[in-house]
Structure formats: C-alpha cells, structure tokens
C-alpha cells in the first residue's frame, strides 16, 4: 500500500487554515478521520482540563467560533463542503462535552464514547441541522450538538455520583 500523502493534500496542509481545519493533520487519516480527529482532541484536552472553568469556556467558545471561519474556508477552498478530513469541529465537539467534568481517563473515555456515538448516529435535530445549515457553520452546528447532547448525560451522571 502507498503511504505517500496526496500531493494535493501536502500542498493544502502548507497553509494554516488547512491544517488547523484538517485538526492539525490528523484528518488524513485514511480510515476514520473524524476519530483521528477527536483522539487529537482527547490528547489535547488532557492539557486543557488543568486550566480553570471560566477560561476553559473561554477556549472552547474562541476554538468554536474560529471554526466556523477555518471550516468553512477550507470546504471553499476544496470545493467539498464538509470534506471529512476537516476534523476541527470534532474538536471543538468533544472540548464541549469534556465541559466541567472530572479531569480522568474514565471521564475522558466516556466523553469520548458519547460524543462520537452522537457524532455518527445524528439524532434529531443533529441530523437536521446537518442537512439544512451549510458552510463553516453547518460544518460545526452537528458537532456541537453533539457534544451539547454528550455534556448533557455525563455532567448529570457527574451530579448524580458526586
């Protein structure tokens, strides 16, 4: 099997933008991409989850809403909207479902779990949204959604065990 990343993909991976949409180039990943994808953002989060709550909102708001810019740019740019190399709404997604919760792998894990099982299996309005809302932030709404419906199970199954 050829290794060799597409020529086309090196060359949209030298501008910014595209790597940061492409979630630092984990999504050429060649099977999986929005997984590769959050696993980067688990890998990333374990960073995060030490930073107080308020700027932690801080950073998922400021990630979320560059990425309605760097999403939508590179759909353009590709001419495919929701390539789905573009992995930076996964994680924006799974930063939004680790929200306030206990800084473990167990919780890291379960957030993880839920948020992709939301992820691919799009409920309703998930999956509406999905279809009716286009560019940068068609490409985001889903996923933080996603996670919106991940936080919402795992900070009141946090309440609950607390």
Known sequence: MDHRINPKFSQLLKNPVHFLAFGFGSGLAPKGPGTAGTVVALVLWTLLATLPLYTYIGVVVAVSLLGF????????????????????????????????????????????????????????????????VHGGVGIMVDDLLAGLFAWVILFSASQWMI
């Not at 740019?73 to 929701?82: E, L």
């Not at 930063?95 to 691919?120: C, E, H, N, Q």
């Open 69 to 132: 810019y760097l999403c939508g740019k590179t759909a353009r740019d590709m001419g495919v909207h929701d390539h789905p190399g573009i992995v930076w709404d996964e994680i924006a997604g799974y930063w939004l479902t680790m929200t306030a919760l206990p800084a473990t792998w167990s919780w890291a894990l379960a957030g993880f779990v839920l948020f992709r099982l939301f992820d691919i299996w799009k409920p309703w309005p998930i999956s509406w949204l999905d279809r009716q």
